[in-house]
């Protein structure tokens, strides 16, 4: 996983190689505001992003949070930092949380059991050792439409300001990653939005939603290594690779 450095000085063996070994680690995010809003059902108005094809850790991403039964979007920093934490610095390293383990962690646990979050993704990398090197693969549905990733938020509020921040749950790779990595992020379905963010789902119903996405609609392809440095950040990050 990254190291606890901002984008720019993070340590080549890691993201500038594209190595993050738990998953995921980079993403992309480029879908028009209205379609984004209906997919989540907002607001077009409070839909404002600038698209992202290359989203890495630390930078602030659109997340999803439930709003006294309602919904609203929030720019959160993607690392998350547990409120207990003294130094903001340890989200770099809490990119991602294992949905096994994600209840009963410390750094998770109370954000598991009130603090769910959609975060909103149209598509996502992961590298394979190949030849020698790290090849990119880019993942997308194959209609190309938005979808969300399961996180968890926290707000951490001993700086000068409140600091909020988030993480990706991660599951076991379905048949569509296996043969590149072993786990993979925790996509949900639609229908199951309500369910994700209802602030009194029990642990068991929260459980079965934590499983890997089934990949009858999800496909893949390589990408160039253009997009292992997160200073690019256009399209030719998931064009296919020559």
């Not at 997340?63 to 340890?90: C, F, K, N, Q, T």
């Not at 993979?184 to 996405?213: C, F, H, K, Q, T």
Request: charged share 25%; aromatic share 10%; hydrophobic share 35%.
């Amino acid at each position: 996983m990254p190291t606890g450095r901002l984008p720019g000085t993070i340590r080549a063996g890691f993201l500038i190689t594209g190595e993050v070994r738990e998953m995921c680690g980079r993403y992309t995010l480029s879908t028009p505001a209205g379609r984004l809003a209906a997919e989540f059902q907002l607001d077009d108005s409070s839909v404002d992003l600038t698209p992202s094809y290359n989203v890495a850790p630390t930078q602030q991403v659109a997340a999803v949070l439930e709003d006294e039964g309602g919904r609203r979007l929030e720019m959160l920093r993607w690392g998350l930092v547990p409120s207990w934490a003294d130094d903001p610095e340890i989200g770099a390293r809490m990119i991602n949380a294992r949905s096994e383990t994600a209840s009963e962690k410390p750094s998770f646990r109370r954000a598991f059991r009130g603090r769910r979050c959609l975060i909103a993704a149209d598509g996502f990398y992961e590298w394979k050792r190949e030849n020698g090197g790290k090849q990119p693969y880019y993942f997308r549905m194959q209609d190309g439409r938005p979808f969300a990733f399961a996180g968890l938020w926290e707000s951490w509020d001993k700086g000068d300001g409140t600091l909020r921040s988030c993480a990706i749950l991660t599951t076991r790779a379905n048949s569509v990653l296996s043969g590149i990595h072993e786990r993979m992020p925790v996509i949900l379905p639609s229908d199951s939005y309500n369910a994700w963010l209802d602030p009194d789902a029990d642990r068991e119903e929260l459980g079965e939603l934590m499983i890997p996405y089934p990949g009858d609609d999800l496909e893949t392809y390589p990408v160039s290594r253009f997009v292992n440095s997160p200073r690019n950040n256009d399209e030719r990050c998931i064009e296919p690779a020559a």
